[in-house]
């Protein structure tokens, strides 16, 4: 079987060489296309003068909380 993919593939290179890459200028241009490049597709701006703060805070916030929801659950009144 693989001997006679091989033999066709040698029979005719012009298929095996062909790509299918197209688009119309409908797709390109409908609203659906977002704009592209650096940042346009965070959901968040990184740009603003408290993003670094915000960004640790959030980071602290989650990596702490396991924590610090363990320590309570053993301090707790047990009945």
């Known amino acids: 079987m693989l001997s006679r993919a091989a033999f066709r ?3 005719n290179p012009a298929i095996i060489a062909r ?3 197209q688009s119309t200028r ?3 241009s409908s609203p ?3 704009p592209e490049g650096p940042r346009s597709n965070l959901p968040f701006n990184p740009l603003t003068k408290w993003f670094a703060f915000r960004y ?3 980071c602290a916030t ?3 909380l396991p924590f610090l929801l363990a320590v309570w659950q053993t301090r707790k009144n047990k009945p």
């Open 9 to 11: 593939a040698a029979a």
């Open 19 to 21: 790509r299918g890459f």
């Open 26 to 28: 409908a797709q390109l």
């Open 32 to 34: 659906y296309h977002y």
């Open 56 to 58: 640790w805070a959030f």
């Open 62 to 64: 989650g990596f702490s």
